[in-house]
């Protein structure tokens, strides 16, 4: 953390960075005034409204002037509330992990495992993460490797991921890279539709695919343990976030603990997913987010959803041309992790050149992969 600290430092006083872009009071102000855009796209425009209304609301919370709600302990008195969410939660890893876990009880892997070349599809579109990687890399020294690896997982298009991520590796561009990753995955309907015409033609995306086999509930009890044991064999680092989502998973598939089932995909991730909001807005103050690192995680960040997008598209136009059995190209820009908004977006640009093509379960191969 202090060699991070004295990295900034040091690319500030060789004038690649500004500490801030406004005064204090002034850039307090423009910062509840994001929390209060924040706010108005969840409410109004319904853009991921679960995190983007509790992160808004930290924000405005953070910035209020001399109330020190996200301030760390001082000699003698304890910190602000919101200090602890983050520091218990956030800086823990504990948040995204319980969230994982629901998401995992709420997740149908039927689709993929009909399908396992569509887990190709979700492979593809992560090129986006390492072309953002990349860049940041070679922004004047504005971003350290620990921050652009960060920048570069904006591109999954995965909430929790991201905020863990973030919080391991750059603590600092947290309330930035969040609130970046839930903008864009919010923003799916319009950033993809665009990317996906220009690659497609109209007769790929009107390819009709073969209705899916049916998965036993054998094959989905077994998946949760197989790819949990994969991950401890091949990327044990990883086992955390995939660990919990599994869990979540079996939990969901064995039918034989519903009430736990029940508890994760609702009270348990409904609680966690407030708290997790509002410490994420607490790193949102003014001297962490107005900055010009800022602006470049915004424009990283969507150049990985875009390119990530067009990949997932262009590998299913290779794999036609390799296969015999046809997949609609439009179910490849689902392999970008915006669950399950991503394959709707599929299907809804799908039906509009063939109206009984459906291609939402085909889509939810890659989104879940």
Do not use: W
């Not at 569509?118 to 070679?138: D, V, W």
């Amino acid at each position: 953390m202090d060699s991070l600290t004295h990295k900034v430092e040091e690319a500030e006083a060789a004038g690649f960075v500004k500490s801030t872009l406004l005064p204090e009071g002034a850039g307090q102000f423009v910062m509840i005034l994001v929390g209060l855009l924040l706010i108005y796209l969840a409410i109004a425009k319904g853009f991921e409204p679960l995190l983007l209304l509790p992160i808004g609301f930290g924000a405005i919370l953070t910035n209020i002037p001399m109330a020190g709600i996200a301030a760390g302990p001082m000699p003698g008195q304890p910190g602000g509330f919101l200090y602890y969410f983050y520091t218990v939660g956030v800086e823990s890893g504990v948040f995204p992990l319980l969230i994982f876990m629901g998401v995992g009880a709420m997740t149908d892997f039927g689709p993929l495992l009909a399908n396992p070349k569509t887990a190709l599809l979700g492979a593809a579109a992560q090129f986006g993460i390492f072309i953002a990687l990349l860049g940041a890399t070679f922004m004047g020294g504005l971003f350290t490797l620990e921050d652009a690896a960060a920048i570069g997982i904006i591109g999954g298009a995965d909430g929790p991921t991201a905020i863990f991520l973030a919080s391991r590796l750059s603590p600092n561009l947290l309330g930035a890279i969040a609130v970046a990753a839930y903008s864009y995955m919010a923003l799916v309907p319009i950033i993809q539709p665009p990317i996906m015409k220009l690659f497609t033609t109209k007769a790929e995306r009107a390819i009709e695919m073969k209705q899916l086999r049916h998965v036993s509930k054998t094959e989905k009890i077994v998946f949760p343990l197989l790819v949990l044991l994969l991950c401890l064999l091949l990327l044990p680092s990883a086992t955390p976030l995939i660990g919990m989502l599994m869990l979540g998973n079996l939990m969901k598939e064995c039918a034989v603990v519903d009430r736990l089932s029940d508890t994760a995909q609702n009270a348990l991730i409904n609680i966690v997913t407030i708290m997790l909001g509002l410490a994420v807005g607490s790193k949102l103050a003014a001297d962490k987010f107005l900055n010009v690192q800022t602006l470049g995680i915004l424009g990283l960040g969507l150049g990985a959803f875009v390119i990530g997008t067009a990949s997932g598209v262009l590998l299913a136009k290779l794999m036609n041309k390799l296969s015999k059995e046809q997949i609609n190209p439009l179910i490849g820009s689902a392999g970008v992790s915006a669950v399950p908004m991503a394959a709707r977006v599929s299907q809804v640009v799908g039906q509009k050149y063939d109206p009984g093509n459906f291609l939402l379960m085909h889509a939810m191969g890659p989104n879940v992969a």
